[in-house]
């Protein structure tokens, strides 16, 4: 069935079904087929569309009513009937914070200011939220603390008459960084801060905003008076963060990078929050790493019992765990693992040494004895030790199943993860209603925005149960993301079905069909096509790469010769090739990777030559 006539279909559903101007006839409450044929029918008819939203208010389904309310915020505040209606069908009572944004936008509309003012404290205080009631109170300060997005355009259109010059400057510049114009941006702050430094001053926003702008656009510059600024006594320490983050961030990228952990070294301790700290302590411990990897060490003693989520410095981990192997200091490698496993938090981060500490001490590269001070083990031979170390690493339920599984490949064990039938079923919450309910009317393909929006609210089960959704639907790439949600939560332990859903097998007959006819196992070009596309025939990378197996247009059509001249295909018989066809870019991709083999000394480079050239590679 074509586009046309599944909307032809879903616009009659919706008329016998949501009957609004002309009849009596309403959906009933609980049902959310309302919302789902308003996203169906937005391009095709939006008023029709705007018309089943507010049908979708009187849903029993919160988070249906709540995204119904998103819809229909601007469309109401430039229709005073359907604020009117609006007014009627949420009231204050019974609606939800989310609910009663849509209100606050209503009761603008019919220029009921004060209403607004005094019902903006009980939302959701979303940007939305904050610009009704900028806009309701006259309170410019909303533009010099808020992000740039719909609500701050909106609230400018109506508070720009009442700007003074210099807060209209400040809002250009604003708005120049968000659009990455950061010479532009600078264009609007240096006049001002020349008449009115104070108010960047006032607003640490604005400061940071100053220091990207300056950290792209000119780095000494902005050293230069961040110099100044810092002498000054009584700088507000959120301001006073700002400062010293971004001198940081501009000695950097400058390549003065003791003079950038000096910076990130006093913006520590005036951090506003844990995340402001933590990205402080990225940003010190990184810089230290481009100046001399091993410097780096010293500072991840000082300041791990200092950060707050292990995560975020996952990457220095990896980043060191490779250069000391590389540099074969195995006693370094030993000693950050120490730490880690002192850690109830790192063990995941801590698998991956333990599993490469056991193979250097299996093969005699670190000595056995040494090794065995930071494991309790029988004996301090060889092979007890690495066997400690590799039992670690197994045991470690949210570790990589990688390293789990090659520690497991090297002591004879298996790694037993919970079955598929096992996993802890999905409760029929709201939310999970609310999202399977784009695969029940045909609508997976608008699943995944809303997740990536409310997954910090799902619980595994249910981001689970979305996944397998997508999966069913089709949807790879998405279900892959959404498995990868959850697997980052602390509480998260590996299954054989998230296993199954993080590395499906689409277009199985495919795949098979090229392996036999490459000699490439049908294993590799599964991993070459979710490295290269997450599965994905519609994919387009930034380069310019396209389809499943990501071909640049010209080794596309340079290899599409080659099958063609050997037999196969003609891909380029109509003048060009349908790269977006599976079979026949994943045809291509294939025979390209064959074409590699021979050519590289191992399946492991010809695989990044196919990524990213032989001629890299081979230097």
């Known amino acids: 069935m074509n586009r046309k006539s599944s909307l032809a279909l879903i616009f009659f559903f919706c008329l016998l079904n949501f009957v609004h ?92 200011f004060d209403d607004v003012v005094d019902l903006v404290p009980h939302t959701a205080n979303t940007s939305w939220d904050k610009a009704l009631g900028a806009a309701a109170g006259h309170d410019s300060g909303f533009f010099f603390t808020e992000s740039i997005d719909a609500a701050y355009i909106w609230a400018l259109s109506e508070l720009d008459p009442d700007l003074t010059l210099d807060e209209s400057a400040v809002i250009a510049g604003r708005q120049s960084v968000a659009r990455s114009a950061y010479k532009e941006a600078l264009g609007h702050f240096l006049p001002l801060l020349e008449q009115n430094r104070d108010l960047f001053l006032r607003y640490p926003v604005l400061t940071g905003d100053l220091g990207r702008a300056f950290q792209y656009a000119d780095p000494a510059a902005g050293l230069k008076l961040f110099a100044e600024w810092e002498s000054e006594k009584e700088i507000p320490e959120p301001v006073l963060y700002r400062i010293h ?74 980043s060191l765990c490779r250069y000391l192997v590389a540099q074969r200091q195995w006693n370094s490698l030993l000693d950050i693992f120490l730490q880690l496993n002192a850690r109830t938090k790192s063990p995941a981060i801590a698998a991956k040494y333990a599993c490469i500490l056991g193979r250097a001490v299996a093969t005699n590269l670190l000595p056995a004895n040494q090794a065995a001070t930071a494991l309790p083990v029988k004996s301090t031979s060889a092979p007890d030790v690495s066997r400690a170390f590799f039992n670690y690493a197994l045991e470690q339920p949210a570790a990589s199943y990688y390293y789990r599984a090659l520690s497991a490949s090297y002591i004879d064990k298996n790694v037993f993860l919970p079955s598929v039938d096992s996993a802890e079923p999905a409760s029929s919450t709201f939310a999970l209603q609310f999202f399977l309910g784009f695969f029940e009317q045909n609508l997976a393909a608008s699943a995944f925005p809303y997740l990536r929006q409310r997954a910090p609210e799902l619980s595994i089960p249910e ?55 490459t000699g490439i196992p049908a294993e590799v070009l599964f991993g070459l096509i979710r490295t290269e596309s997450l599965f994905d025939p519609d994919a387009v990378s930034w380069a310019g790469a396209l389809g499943l197996s990501q071909l640049m247009p010209a080794t596309a059509n340079d290899q599409a010769k080659t099958i063609a001249r050997q037999g196969g295909p003609d891909y380029l018989a109509t003048g060009t090739i349908d790269v977006f066809n599976p079979a026949v870019n994943l045809h291509i991709g294939a025979s390209y990777l064959q074409y590699l083999m021979p050519r590289m000394e191992n399946r492991l480079f010809a695989l990044m030559a196919y990524n990213g050239g032989m001629g890299r590679v081979n230097r």
Not at 496 to 516: C, H, K, M, Q, T
């Open 21 to 112: 101007c002309t009849g009596d006839a309403s959906p009933v409450p609980g049902d959310g087929t309302a919302f789902y044929t308003g996203l169906a029918l937005e391009e095709a008819d939006p008023e029709q569309a705007l018309t089943l939203f507010e049908s979708a208010l009187k849903s029993t389904n919160p988070l249906i009513r709540e995204e119904s309310a998103r819809k229909l915020i601007i469309p109401v505040l430039h229709d005073t009937k359907m604020a009117n209606r609006v007014i009627r069908l949420v009231k204050r009572k019974d609606a939800s914070p989310g609910e009663l944004t849509l209100r606050c936008a209503a009761l603008y509309a019919l220029k009921k």
């Open 463 to 517: 981001l689970r149960a979305i996944a397998q959704a997508l999966a069913g639907a089709g949807r790879y790439t998405e279900s892959i993301r959404t498995v990868a949600l959850y697997q980052s939560r602390p509480d998260y332990t590996l299954t054989l079905g998230d296993l199954y859903l993080s590395y499906p097998r689409p277009f199985l007959e495919i795949v098979e069909d090229n392996a036999r006819e």
């Open 245 to 318: 983050y971004y001198a940081g961030r501009m000695e950097r990228s400058r390549g003065r990078y003791p003079q950038a952990q000096e910076q990130f070294g006093q913006a520590i301790p005036v951090a506003p929050d844990t995340e402001q700290k933590d990205a402080s302590i990225w940003y010190l411990i990184n810089s230290a790493f481009l100046e001399n990897p091993e410097k780096a060490i010293p500072l991840i003693h000082v300041y791990q019992s200092k950060w707050h989520d292990d995560a975020y410095f996952s990457d220095i981990f990896d």
